[in-house]
């Protein structure tokens, strides 16, 4: 594994470092409004949450979560349980994952959610960081 060092904004003295590689996160800027990359993605979701299935359009994929439009109301704090698949050019990439609602929104006239993902040990953690990377290479 690579590490990459970020310069501080401040001065020219290293303060950080980032380990790199498939599903390291990738930053938009540095300094005191750091964000991590969130990739656009084109894919589809089915979501069961509350005891329903509801497909849906993911928008954008970060390391801790992901963009989710659909015309069904979700409730915030939900716990939900996702199907992610990734359509590449030449191939599709598919994971299960598990989160919250975190954010609720209106997009092009559909409704729109942050969805915060959960990691209940390495192996989800593992397939967070792989869909991320996935995101990232389609």
Partial sequence: M???????????QPKSTFSSGPGAPIFETNGAHTRIYRAPVRAIACMK??????????????PGGCAFKTESTLSEGSAVEMRVTIIGPENRSVAEVTGVIRRAGEQDGRKCYGIEFHAADTEERNALQWLYGQALSA
């Fill in 2 to 12: 690579r590490t990459v060092i970020l310069p501080s904004t401040r001065d020219s």
């Fill in 49 to 62: 949450v509350e005891g329903r299935e509801i497909w849906g359009q993911v928008l954008d994929v970060g």
